[in-house]
């Protein structure tokens, strides 16, 4: 068996400003540079934080060429991400074993980019580009995050504008089988408190996994996207920053058979299916420094859609079937940490209003006459499709808080606590192209 391997090189880095060093040497020692994280909603250097922690910085991120949270999942023990479609659609989410497995439910696992709940599984492992940092945290952290965070918390974060700084950064790369990709952003200051900045991203490959039918490969990628943030200082203890952001993610994304011959002999597929997502949002986030700490206002809105259509997975063109959903949502945080000789605290408030549309089919192309598929199986005519249409509804609203004591030197003592409301309502149909008959599913 020939194993087929997707890779990815890095053809060039150009950047228009100078580069800091993320390590010193003096007098033949070697001094690293303190990795500072927010974990705990503030800034700390991540020795100090008492949490189950992988960080990924920039250099990690770029030298590791991660576009996608699955690529810092796959280098974390205890944790990971996979697809229950093949795509990026309805990804789950696993750390320490704690998931959720059933799809569309709430995750177990909450994953914030910016600040930024991202409440539907479309969405967590969206290509994002000019990533800072990633800071995965495992075990529960309901006490630090607003939303989903029993098995525990993932915080994303991009790069913010830069005050007085103005510069462009360029990265291309190859790989096997068409794959090309790059990323292009620009840092613009306006004025001493005021800078813009702008990064685009894309990647294209015409997929590694043949179809033994003709056609386009499975496993390709059409993806692109962008993000823009602008950074307003009106004074010195107060920044405000509004962000917007969009991708796409397209493909061939399936290949089920046989894993002992799927690598070398491609698959067997009359109907390939195609895959698409699309996310996108704004938020606005407020900071003021006070004396005792800070105030942390973020408001946001998100939407994603996605959508597949094909087959069976088989030579023969027997059965198709798709799905649609359309989500949106609107978070509202605030929060307030601070810090004296012997306390460090958070608390903050939380709400989450959500909907979703979820439409799914399933049906054969080919007229079945009865007991074709399994006894007492109705005769059904070519083309038959039935279907669900979902809508889902969700209000969360939570207050949440921690504080950590220095008793001594070397001993703090931590604790927390959480009170949350959830409602979710679900309005659902089931139909066929034929009216109120359907024996796939219970038709209401």
């Given at each position: 068996m020939t194993l087929r391997m997707h890779v990815a090189v890095l053809l060039a880095s150009a950047a228009l400003t100078p580069?800091?060093?993320?390590?010193?040497?003096?007098?033949?020692?070697?001094?690293?540079?303190?990795?500072?994280v927010t974990a705990q909603r503030r800034e700390q250097e991540a020795k100090d934080v008492p949490v189950s922690l992988r960080v990924f910085s920039r250099k990690d991120i770029e030298g590791r060429i991660v576009k996608r949270l699955d690529d810092a999942f796959a280098a974390t023990p205890n944790a990971s991400l996979?697809?229950?479609?093949?795509?990026n659609d309805a990804s789950s989410l696993s750390i320490r074993g704690v998931t959720t497995t059933a799809f569309g439910a709430d995750p177990s696992v909450g994953v914030y980019i910016d600040d930024v709940y991202v409440g539907n599984d479309n969405g967590f492992n969206m290509r994002t580009g000019d990533l800072e940092q990633i800071e995965i945290l495992r075990g529960p952290q309901g006490t630090l995050y607003g939303r989903n965070a029993v098995g525990g918390a993932v915080n994303m974060r991009t790069a913010s504008p830069v005050l007085g700084v103005n510069s462009a950064t360029i990265q291309t790369g190859v790989g096997t089988d068409g794959l090309v990709f790059g990323s292009a952003t620009a840092n613009v200051a306006f004025a001493d408190d005021a800078a813009a900045r702008v990064t685009l991203h894309g990647d294209r490959s015409d997929g590694w996994l043949r179809n033994a039918q003709g056609g386009p490969d499975f496993m390709n990628l059409d993806n692109f996207g962008?993000?823009?943030?602008?950074?307003?200082?009106?004074?010195?203890?107060?920044?405000?920053?509004?962000?917007?952001?969009?991708?796409?993610?397209?493909?061939?994304?399936?290949?089920?058979?046989?894993?002992?011959?799927?690598?070398e002999d491609g698959v067997d597929h009359a109907i390939p299916n195609l895959d698409q997502t699309k996310n996108y949002g704004a938020s606005l986030k407020s900071t003021w420094r006070l004396d005792f700490g800070d105030v942390v206002s973020v408001t946001a809105w998100r939407g994603a859609k996605a959508a597949g259509d094909g087959g069976n997975f088989t030579p023969l063109a027997l059965q198709n079937g798709g799905y649609e959903r359309d989500y949106g949502q609107f978070t509202q945080e605030v929060r307030a940490n601070g810090e004296t000789d012997r306390f460090n605290w958070t608390a903050g408030a939380f709400l989450l209003s959500s909907k979703e549309k979820r439409f799914g089919y399933a049906g054969f192309y080919p007229a079945l006459p009865s007991d074709f598929l399994f006894p007492g199986q109705p005769a059904l005519p070519a083309n038959y499709r039935e279907g669900t249409q979902s809508d889902v509804d969700s209000l969360t609203m939570s207050l949440f808080g921690d504080i950590t004591w220095r008793l001594t030197d070397r001993l703090d003592l931590i604790g927390g606590a959480r009170l949350s409301y959830d409602r979710k309502s679900i309005d659902y149909d089931h139909g066929s192209n034929l009216g109120a008959f359907a024996f796939l599913a219970p038709g209401i």
């Amino acid at each position: 068996m020939t194993l087929r391997m997707h890779v990815a090189v890095l053809l060039a880095s150009a950047a228009l400003t100078p580069a800091v060093s993320a390590q010193e040497a003096s007098e033949g020692v070697t001094m690293l540079e303190a990795i500072t994280v927010t974990a705990q909603r503030r800034e700390q250097e991540a020795k100090d934080v008492p949490v189950s922690l992988r960080v990924f910085s920039r250099k990690d991120i770029e030298g590791r060429i991660v576009k996608r949270l699955d690529d810092a999942f796959a280098a974390t023990p205890n944790a990971s991400l996979t697809s229950q479609r093949g795509g990026n659609d309805a990804s789950s989410l696993s750390i320490r074993g704690v998931t959720t497995t059933a799809f569309g439910a709430d995750p177990s696992v909450g994953v914030y980019i910016d600040d930024v709940y991202v409440g539907n599984d479309n969405g967590f492992n969206m290509r994002t580009g000019d990533l800072e940092q990633i800071e995965i945290l495992r075990g529960p952290q309901g006490t630090l995050y607003g939303r989903n965070a029993v098995g525990g918390a993932v915080n994303m974060r991009t790069a913010s504008p830069v005050l007085g700084v103005n510069s462009a950064t360029i990265q291309t790369g190859v790989g096997t089988d068409g794959l090309v990709f790059g990323s292009a952003t620009a840092n613009v200051a306006f004025a001493d408190d005021a800078a813009a900045r702008v990064t685009l991203h894309g990647d294209r490959s015409d997929g590694w996994l043949r179809n033994a039918q003709g056609g386009p490969d499975f496993m390709n990628l059409d993806n692109f996207g962008g993000r823009a943030k602008l950074l307003l200082a009106p004074a010195d203890d107060w920044d405000i920053e509004f962000s917007a952001d969009y991708a796409k993610d397209k493909g061939r994304k399936y290949g089920y058979g046989p894993f002992d011959t799927v690598w070398e002999d491609g698959v067997d597929h009359a109907i390939p299916n195609l895959d698409q997502t699309k996310n996108y949002g704004a938020s606005l986030k407020s900071t003021w420094r006070l004396d005792f700490g800070d105030v942390v206002s973020v408001t946001a809105w998100r939407g994603a859609k996605a959508a597949g259509d094909g087959g069976n997975f088989t030579p023969l063109a027997l059965q198709n079937g798709g799905y649609e959903r359309d989500y949106g949502q609107f978070t509202q945080e605030v929060r307030a940490n601070g810090e004296t000789d012997r306390f460090n605290w958070t608390a903050g408030a939380f709400l989450l209003s959500s909907k979703e549309k979820r439409f799914g089919y399933a049906g054969f192309y080919p007229a079945l006459p009865s007991d074709f598929l399994f006894p007492g199986q109705p005769a059904l005519p070519a083309n038959y499709r039935e279907g669900t249409q979902s809508d889902v509804d969700s209000l969360t609203m939570s207050l949440f808080g921690d504080i950590t004591w220095r008793l001594t030197d070397r001993l703090d003592l931590i604790g927390g606590a959480r009170l949350s409301y959830d409602r979710k309502s679900i309005d659902y149909d089931h139909g066929s192209n034929l009216g109120a008959f359907a024996f796939l599913a219970p038709g209401i």
